[in-house]
């Protein structure tokens, strides 16, 4: 882990990942849903955009807050899960599509989750950066009432990020890493 990274001890450990593993992507991938819900336990809403607020979260979701840096949780702004393991884990539990009961903000598609941790990237002009992998928990269980899903997402579930720009984000938007300019402004600003 980088110097300076924070460690949480729930995390996904890398080599337990069953995601997209390195080498398995584009290089560059794209947002293909978003969202988001104000109600810890509500359904979640599709929505084509949203408003991201670095530290903050987004717009009206469950997890947005004056700031998480201060609450020493800078992995709760974001979340993101790859459709690819979606429609595997579909599969498994022989249902449709249930990216809407995943409790994850942001669907990707062609992007290895795994290569965004400990590194900055940008979603359209939002810049973020992967604080850590992580599991399925009791509560998604319960809220999804879909049996099976903490299994079937298990070492899979997505990465938490940190927003580190304001912006919006938007359905088709691209994901790509940050060049080594992107991250010298941020440490700067």
Same mark, same amino acid.
């Given at each position: 882990?980088?110097?300076?990274?924070?460690?949480?001890?729930?995390?996904?450990?890398?080599?337990?990942?069953?995601?997209? $593993?390195?080498?398995?992507?584009?290089?560059?991938?794209?947002?293909?849903?978003?969202?988001?819900?104000?109600?810890?336990?509500?359904?979640?809403?599709?929505?084509?955009?949203?408003?991201?607020?670095?530290?903050?979260?987004?717009?009206?979701?469950?997890?947005?807050?004056?700031?998480?840096?201060?609450?020493?949780?800078?992995?709760?702004?974001?979340?993101?899960?790859?459709?690819?393991?979606?429609?595997?884990?579909?599969?498994?539990?022989?249902?449709?599509?249930?990216?809407?009961?995943?409790?994850?903000?942001?669907?990707?598609?062609?992007?290895?989750?795994?290569?965004?941790?400990?590194?900055?990237?940008?979603?359209?002009?939002?810049?973020?950066?992967?604080?850590?992998?992580?599991?399925?928990?009791?509560?998604?269980?319960?809220?999804?009432?879909?049996?099976?899903?903490?299994?079937?997402?298990?070492?899979?579930?997505?990465? $938490?990020?940190?927003?580190?720009?304001?912006?919006?984000?938007?359905?088709?938007?691209?994901?790509?890493?940050?060049?080594?300019?992107?991250?010298?402004?941020?440490?700067?600003?």
């Amino acid at each position: 882990m980088p110097q300076g990274e924070q460690s949480f001890p729930w995390e996904t450990p890398p080599e337990l990942w069953r995601g997209l $593993k390195p080498g398995q992507s584009s290089s560059q991938g794209s947002i293909v849903s978003i969202y988001i819900t104000p109600n810890p336990s509500g359904s979640m809403v599709s929505v084509p955009q949203v408003r991201a607020f670095a530290d903050r979260g987004l717009e009206g979701d469950r997890f947005f807050r004056e700031s998480w840096i201060v609450a020493n949780r800078p992995d709760k702004a974001v979340s993101l899960i790859e459709e690819e393991v979606l429609k595997l884990a579909a599969e498994e539990l022989g249902v449709a599509d249930f990216a809407d009961r995943t409790r994850r903000n942001l669907v990707t598609r062609g992007v290895a989750l795994i290569d965004l941790l400990h590194r900055e990237f940008t979603i359209g002009g939002v810049r973020m950066r992967g604080i850590r992998l992580f599991e399925p928990c009791a509560h998604l269980e319960k809220i999804s009432s879909l049996p099976g899903i903490f299994k079937a997402l298990e070492h899979r579930s997505g990465l $938490k990020a940190a927003i580190l720009s304001n912006g919006i984000l938007r359905v088709g938007d691209p994901i790509a890493l940050a060049h080594a300019g992107q991250s010298a402004a941020v440490q700067a600003g």
